[in-house]
């Protein structure tokens, strides 16, 4: 019963972050601040992502096609791609490499 009763209070809570997001005055977003933080937000983001995908394989680096998805991202970072063609960029990479069978 403890489990549902986690459930029901992480669901609660994140129902309750979402409508404090909708209750959030704009001026409040339209802060520099506000912008520059929520600018960085996707770099970092995937940064922690490459951090914790290399940091499961254990204590070894290991090259395989997460690898190449990485390269592709920088690469497409350098040619100044938005953010979201830069994951799907690095994605496709990472697929391709595994479906050729390494990694």
Known sequence: MTTWIAVLVASALAYLTKLVGYLVPERWLDAPIVLRTTALLPPALLAALV????????????????????????????????????????????????ALGWG
Do not use: K
């Open 51 to 98: 951090v914790v995908q290399t940091a499961s394989s254990g204590a070894r680096l290991v090259l395989d096609a997460r690898m190449v998805g990485l390269a592709a991202a920088v690469a497409a970072l350098l040619l100044r791609a938005p953010f979201i063609a830069v994951v799907v960029v690095a994605a496709v990479a990472a697929a391709a490499v595994r």
